[in-house]
T-cell receptor, first 115, second 112 residues
Framework: DTGVSQNPRHKITKRGQNVTFRCDPI?????LYWYRQTLGQGPEFLTYFQNEAQLEKSRLLSDRFSAERPKGSFSTLEIQRTEQGDSAMYLCASSFLRGTNEKLFFGSGTQLSVL | DQQVKQNSPSLSVQEGRISILNCDYT??????FLWYKKYPAEGPTFLISISSIKDKNEDGRFTVFLNKSAKHLSLHIVPSQPGDSAVYFC???????????FGQGTRLTINP
């Protein structure tokens, strides 16, 4: 079990640039989540996939954000035309749903700084 | 609207004593509750969970209590150890709600 892997760990970019993050979930997990965490707050839900289908998106996810999970394995999160308010830790989590109680396994996150 | 609240941003406890972290929720549809622990520069790691059909769940030094009528849960750590120093997040989910909703976190510091 290699855990959830996220790349890069850190990303510094200038306002207006596009960035893309990658998440590799635990291999047998069918669900993949993206969360965002800012200082002093808990993780906030952005979106999730079951296999390759994106099933829910938060209102936090503006049209500058897009997420994909093309083959039901790894996922990418792209932010276009970054703004300073996008600076946050972006967390990926995966799970294998059994019944109704679901436990998420998180990666170490990608820390985004928009200058 | 903050559906899961952790009203204490920080807590300091002496090594060997009991640490009690509290969490309140407002959504009566929540039926599964979890505690996560987070060290700096790492993602949250699962600690312990409880289903709404129970009022207590224990795992080693960690016990979670659930009071459904008060919409309140707590995490007890006894005895507290220096390695327990971290930020603790309470999270909840409910039937039909496919995502975990997190509280703001409580920073626990264990003093030697």
């Amino acid at each position: 079990d290699t855990g959830v892997s996220q790349n890069p760990r850190h990303k510094i970019t200038k306002r207006g640039q596009n960035v893309t993050f990658r998440c590799d979930p635990i291999s047998e997990h069918n669900r993949l989540y993206w969360y965002r965490q800012t200082l002093g707050q808990g993780p906030e839900f952005l979106t999730y996939f079951q296999n390759e289908a994106q099933l829910e998106k938060s209102r936090l996810l503006s049209d500058r954000f897009s997420a994909e999970r093309p083959k039901g394995s790894f996922s990418t999160l792209e932010i276009q035309r970054t703004e300073q308010g996008d600076s946050a830790m972006y967390l990926c989590a995966s799970s294998f749903l059994r019944g109704t109680n679901e436990k998420l396994f998180f990666g170490s996150g990608t820390q985004l700084s928009v200058l | 609207d903050q559906q899961v609240k952790q009203n204490s941003p920080s807590l300091s406890v002496q090594e060997g004593r009991i640490s009690i972290l509290n969490c309140d929720y407002t959504n009566s549809m929540f039926d599964y509750f979890l505690w996560y622990k987070k060290y700096p520069a790492e993602g949250p790691t699962f600690l312990i969970s409880i289903s709404s059909i129970k009022d207590k769940n224990e795992d080693g030094r960690f016990t979670v209590f659930l009071n459904k009528s008060a919409k309140h849960l707590s995490l007890h750590i006894v005895p507290s150890q220096p390695g327990d120093s971290a930020v603790y997040f309470c999270a909840a989910s409910g039937q039909g709600a496919q995502k975990l909703v997190f509280g703001q976190g409580t920073r626990l510091t264990i003093n030697p």
